[in-house]
């Protein structure tokens, strides 16, 4: 067997971005849905089991005690606008602008590092309160479901900083394009878990 | 350093030094030979670094083998140990090694056995079926195999170092939780399922893309083999189901590592939503292996009846339907939690439906054979069997499915008898139709028939001998999981049990040997590229099939296209040979594959350092591979031409 490197953008000269149809590009996207759809069902899991356990508090505190809507509702807007920054920078890929590729990802990267810092600080600071996830069967169901959120926002930076990094090196090729593209879904996927974070942990909690 | 790995880790007893110094010296017996034969390269380049589907499937092949080996002689050891533990005897094993045994076997044979033999077969069937010459996504496929292959060899290395579970196949809590197991044993039952748990969901959705985007032009939905559409409900009943077992895993992980209460017996845990949780994925995994030896048999029915498969459309309604409903059916797995009447006769009636779409599928195979030319060839036999074999345990499926019953016998033998029923009449008899039916597609021989009929009376006859008296036993009151009991009555009955397994033992034997034998004599085997007069794409190119699998994408237009090639029918097939692009090898998934090991050894072991490093490890072997350019390899016509040319027969 030959063996043969090819960088698409060479092979279509005219075009800097992939034709969405293009078998790979599209394969790679239903793929990425469907895993999308594995996570959805991680974190139905984790929900149900925070609806089961909310009451469970075993003499320890409850969600109207702990809870601060502020801070949740600062963290939605960041994670918000962080979604709108990176549909920003698709768009300035299909254009094949560079500078402003760096410029919006660069933003989100920021925005979603500021929400982990947010989350982090609402954790050690109910651990230091004393209400660890050790405490009871609710504080354990609250810190996983929100941290396993927190987690993936976490896994979402590393993503974007090695995005940026590819991007810098490779520019806009077809691979670099199709890649930000799944990025940009995972990160539209993580705020809608932090919409159903926000409503039914938070929201509900306070009521 | 090593964290709560000390000295006493490697003090085992007689029996299972044994078994460690048994698997040691297989090991480097292995290792000799392979230095011997100067083979490494050749490992290393053909097999370990592969990305094509038809190796990997050799591969999941071998595992399966080597766990199944494991998982038998647990179940002999089980066997054993009924015999004679009564009245005031306590045979050979503690109590204590007895559970870890149980435990082994459950968690070996339905984690690294039969899932191993679901993704075996499709990673050698489903691109051949469909015309494709590749899956999807031939790292994400490697890369599932290898965790597949680390989970698996991590509870291979509990037997070495240290103590396996202890909770069963499932580690029900509170048992499973810290109070009451504080040891390595659930945590290495916890890693090695976790990991290869996520092989697997990553498979799934590898296998999914690959029969919804690359079917070859033509064969749209209803013209998918009935093999194709089972792989497909197979996997996506993996994407939805494993996922659940990832997260319950990972609850009961940090009730066991960071305190937590989600399943404990205090600080407001409930230890029944883990029951609940973990059948949700249970009761679909259920179908998981089911489905696919209803996609086996779907295929060798018809191949060896001569008549297209009956009724196909409703096949294809009754697989959708077993789909939808394994998903609303868990909570029959513990009728005895004490749900209201009104939940508990919902799961009943959901349990009852499925029997319907089942019983389609029993009739429609068995009009596949009316007036069909039917030739009684040994995929055929473990047809006869299953029928016969799925209808009983089918029956006493029905029977447990209702609530004052199942109040009776549940966790009894009946039980056992029932499932066992279902896994080794079912799945295993259809998984052996299938490896017999395939086997010549991928080496270019037979299995030698002779040995084939001989291996297949003893599987049938030790089947009856061993699993029909546990259904006597489980309505005289033995539950499962004994290692001792005092009703002296129940020993015989116990004994004609292991006779059955003594007699699988020897068709498993011959099976073992009939491998190697056929390989021997393989020249005098040789089946050319259409031995049984196949119906389906796959017996239509050379065997073995070449990398590419098709030379020519071939168009089709009808259900059982190679058979309509036969009598004229069909649609114009191009002619031109095309370049053809591959993926190229890749040991990126072997490696995550063996840091994935490394991993799980040292969290069970509470050896952070290693822990944190080999976690490390995978992210950036992950970031490596997933940021490079996509580079394929290139077979030019000229080279297709010559190897279509050579391989004519």
Request: charged fraction near 10%; charge should be neutral.
């Amino acid at each position: 067997m030959t063996i043969h490197h090819y960088d698409t953008v060479e092979t279509f000269p005219d075009k800097r971005i992939p034709d969405p149809h293009q078998d790979a590009y599209s394969r790679s996207t239903l793929g990425f849905w469907i895993y999308l759809m594995t996570d959805c069902i991680l974190f139905a899991a984790l929900f149900v089991t925070y609806a089961v356990l909310k009451e469970s508090t075993f003499g320890g505190p409850s969600s109207k005690d702990i809870f601060e809507l502020k801070t949740a509702f600062i963290e939605t807007m960041i994670l918000l606008f962080s979604t709108v920054t990176c549909g920003m920078a698709v768009l300035a890929a299909v254009k094949g602008k560079m500078q402003s590729i760096r410029t919006w990802l660069g933003l989100s990267f920021l925005l979603g590092a500021s929400f982990i810092f947010l989350e982090l600080r609402e954790f050690s600071h109910l651990v230091h309160e004393g209400f660890s996830w050790e405490k009871s069967a609710f504080l354990s169901s609250f810190f996983t479901l929100v941290g396993t959120h927190g987690f993936h926002v976490s896994v979402g930076l590393l993503w974007m900083a090695v995005m940026m990094a590819q991007i810098s090196f490779c520019g806009v090729t077809v691979d670099t394009f199709r890649r930000l593209v799944l990025f940009s879904l995972f990160w539209h996927f993580l705020d809608l878990i932090w919409i159903f974070i926000f409503t039914f942990v938070y929201l509900l909690g306070v009521l | 350093m090593f964290g709560r790995l000390t000295k006493d880790a490697f003090i085992h007893d007689m029996a299972q030094n044994g078994a460690v110094a048994g698997m040691i010296l297989g090991a480097i017996a292995l290792i000799a030979l392979i230095s011997y034969l100067g083979r490494w390269k050749w490992l290393w380049r053909e097999w370990i670094t592969t990305v094509d589907p038809k190796r990997i499937g050799i591969m999941y092949i071998v595992v399966v083998l080597i766990m199944f080996a494991k998982g038998f002689a647990d179940a002999v050891m089980m066997r054993m140990q009924q015999c004679v533990s009564v009245g005031d005897s306590f045979g050979f094993l503690t109590a204590e090694h007895f559970q870890e045994v149980f435990s082994a076997h459950g968690t070996t044979m339905i984690f690294f056995v039969a899932m191993g033999v679901v993704f075996g077969l499709m990673n050698l069937i489903v691109p051949l079926q469909i015309g494709a010459r590749d899956v999807a996504y031939p790292f994400l496929n490697a890369l599932g195999f290898w965790l597949f292959a680390a989970g698996g060899f991590l509870t291979l290395v509990s037997l070495a170092v240290g103590k396996f579970s202890i909770a069963g196949w499932l580690a029900y809590p509170p048992l499973s939780g810290l109070e009451y197991c504080p040891g390595e044993g659930i945590d290495y039952w916890i890693w090695s399922v976790q990991i290869a748990g996520v092989g697997s969901t990553l498979s799934g959705i590898n296998f999914l893309v690959t029969i919804l985007k690359m079917r070859c032009p033509g064969m749209t939905w209803m013209k998918m083999p009935i093999f194709i559409w089972s792989a497909l409900c197979t996997n996506i009943l993996v994407i939805f189901a494993f996922p659940i077992l990832t997260a319950t895993l990972a609850l009961l992980t940090l009730d066991r590592y960071l305190g937590m209460h989600f399943f404990t017996a205090g600080g407001g845990g409930n230890p029944m939503m883990y029951i609940n949780l973990i059948w949700a994925w249970g009761h679909p995994e259920v179908y998981i292996i089911m489905l696919p030896a209803f996609g086996i048999f779907s295929e060798v029915v018809p191949t060896f009846s001569e008549k297209r498969l009956f009724g196909y459309v409703s096949m294809v309604w009754a697989l959708v339907i077993i789909t939808v409903l394994s998903y609303i059916v868990w909570l029959h797995h513990f009728f005895t939690m004490g749900a209201s009447p009104g939940v508990n006769t919902f799961f009943a009636i959901t349990t009852m439906l499925i029997a319907i779409p089942t019983g389609v599928k029993l009739f429609n195979w068995l009009f596949t054979k009316f007036r069909g030319r039917v030739h009684f060839a040994s995929p055929m036999l473990w047809f006869f069997a299953f029928v016969l074999n799925f209808s009983v345990a089918g029956m006493t499926g029905i029977l447990l499915s209702a609530p004052p019953v199942d109040y009776q016998v549940h966790n009894s033998l009946f039980l056992i008898a029932h499932f066992h029923g279902m896994a080794i009449g079912g799945v295993l008899f259809g998984f052996f139709a299938g490896f017999t039916y395939w086997f010549p597609k991928f080496t270019g021989f037979h299995l030698d028939e002779k040995l084939n009929t001989y291996a297949f009376w003893c599987w049938f006859l030790g089947f009856l001998v061993a699993f029909m008296p546990l259904y006597m036993l489980g309505f005289m009151g033995a539950t499962r999981r004994l290692d001792h009991y005092d009703v002296a009555s129940w020993q015989s009955v116990f004994i004609s049990a292991a006779v059955g397994v003594l007699i699988i033992f020897i068709g498993a034997s011959i099976q073992l040997f009939g491998l190697f034998w056929s390989i021997k004599n393989r020249d005098k085997l040789r089946s050319g590229r259409d031995p049984w007069n196949g119906r389906t794409l796959e017996w239509s190119i050379p065997s073995p099939p070449p990398e590419y699998n098709f030379a020519i994408v071939p168009t089709v237009d009808q259900i059982d296209p190679l058979w309509a090639t036969k009598r004229g029918q069909g649609p114009e097939q191009k002619k031109e040979y095309e370049d053809i692009h591959m993926p190229l090898n890749t040991p990126a998934g072997f490696f995550i594959g063996a840091i994935s090991l490394i991993f799980g050894f040292a969290i069970t072991w509470h050896i952070y350092w290693l822990a944190i490093l080999a976690f490390v490890g995978i992210i950036t072997c992950l970031i490596i591979r997933l940021s490079g350019k996509e580079v394929h390899g290139n077979i030019t016509a000229e080279e297709v031409q010559r190897i279509e040319e050579a391989a004519t027969t």
